[in-house]
């Protein structure tokens, strides 16, 4: 399989940083949901995994999953870490059909699984730290629904 191409690769990589990184719950400004697809998609054909933390339903994180999953022919797995419902405005039942909806559009035929974080704001389920310390929650504990077996 080949690799995108470097610039292909940092726009994807500057993108997920971007949506990974917001903490607010208004928008920046106007959303303007179509992508430049040309590189995006290039880099998307050859994702396997993704992981997409704080997820809460908006429309921009809606249509981001949308053109994921239309793009990502070789796409083994998603998981999509829903934000704790007890720190945002959103339902977890809402979510959770966006994103049924969002990976009905998938072209390959990978597993997407969907979880609730119990940490505030989704946590840090990437810290090792916190992987060590057997007195906090698990980020990955309650699973909502495989929405596909592969």
């Not at 191409?5 to 990184?21: E, G, K, N, R, V």
């Not at 208004?26 to 050859?46: D, H, R, W, Y």
């Not at 829903?82 to 809402?94: G, K, L, R, V």
């Amino acid at each position: 399989m080949c690799a995108p191409s470097s610039d292909a690769s940092q726009l994807l990589t500057d993108l997920i940083y971007c949506l990974q990184s917001g903490k607010c719950n208004q928008s920046t400004g106007t959303l303007n949901l179509k992508f430049k697809e040309v590189p995006i998609e290039s880099a998307m054909l050859g994702i396997s995994e993704m992981y997409f933390r704080e997820f809460r339903g908006d429309e921009g994180e809606v249509a981001f999953l949308k053109s994921l999953f239309k793009s990502a022919d070789v796409l083994e797995m998603a998981v999509i870490m829903m934000a704790n419902p007890s720190f945002t405005q959103f339902s977890p039942d809402d979510a959770l059909s966006k994103v049924k909806s969002a990976s009905e559009l998938s072209r390959s035929s990978g597993k997407v699984v969907v979880v609730v974080s119990g940490g505030p704001e989704g946590g840090r389920p990437w810290s090792f730290q916190k992987g060590t310390d057997f007195s906090c929650e698990d980020p990955f504990s309650v699973v909502v629904e495989n929405l596909r077996k592969a």
